[in-house]
């Protein structure tokens, strides 16, 4: 990619972000329900003269054109807001957060994608074989089960049942202070809600994955080059895999929007604490600069990992043009 395809990438992505945050203002003050009327049930006090304060406090008495040029003046200095509940800096929120969430949806995303790689490329090698029925069998009946009731049978199976994982929570309260066994302590945690979460969407990739191989093991120089005499292994690895996977690698840049969408059900099943669970909390209490914090720094999570599937795709096969040049 030249740089000149880059900046036009990074130029596009700040038009999505800016896009992304008029839409999200505009929807999450349309809702209903009002954060100074909940705000002030929770705290005892009915009076309209308490509610009418909250307002002012909050910003939310202004006109809702006045309250987006505030938080766009805000935006533009890198400030997210401060949270209704936690009268907290909802960046530094965000921030002591985002670790897990990144562990979580970037170890789900391996999983999701080592797991439909393998069974599509099987599925697609071998088609029509017994092992691809046994992969394409298991593929179907994870496309169909809803994340949560995944998550849940896992907690019940892997945790309840047969005690080999904790179920909620990223650590454990008495885990030794030692690095080694922090580490561990996490990974242990860690298993059950990468696992659901990546089982899930592995099952998009291998379905995928298995069209793109059968498709490519047609091609006109995949016959030459069984016409030649080379082995199906060197065919498999050196012609059919590294063209296959290319619409895999779209697909994934794509998903992982629904990804960090699918770790807000998962981090809610496990606890794990994660933005997920920032904004699945933030939406019940009606925190608007918490959702929108959490919304736009999924946005930009989004968009920097679609420019880095453009930069990939050179990686795997420099014949590729992007952007102006395709």
Known sequence: MTYRIFLTRLGNGLLVLIGVAIMNFTLVHMAPGDPAMIFAGEAGGGDETYVEQLRED????????????????????????????????????????????????????????????????LGGWFRNTLLDRGLMI?????????????????????????????????????????PLERMLDVG???????????????????????ASVINVSNADFVKTARAKGVPGGRILRVHVLRNAILPVFSLASVQIGQLIGGAVLTETVFAWPGIGRLMFDAILQRDYPVILGVFLTTALLVILVNIATDLLYRIVDPRIETGAGS
């Open 188 to 210: 242990r945690h860690l298993v059950l809600p990468a696992f659901s979460l990546g089982l899930f969407y592995a099952a998009t990739y291998a379905r995928l994955m298995r």
């Open 58 to 121: 909050m910003g939310l008495d202004k006109p809702l054109v006045t309250q987006f040029a505030i938080y766009a003046g805000d935006l533009l200095r890198g400030d997210l807001g401060y949270s209704f509940r936690n009268q907290r800096d909802v960046a530094g929120m965000i921030a002591e957060r985002i670790p897990a969430t990144l562990l979580l949806t970037m170890t789900a995303f391996g999983i999701a994608l080592i797991i439909g790689v393998v069974f599509g490329m």
């Open 138 to 178: 298991v593929t179907l009946v994870l496309y169909a089960t809803p994340l949560f009731w995944l998550a849940m049978m896992f907690v019940l199976l892997f945790s309840v049942r047969l005690g080999w994982f904790p179920p909620f929570g990223m650590q454990s309260v008495l885990v030794p202070d030692a």
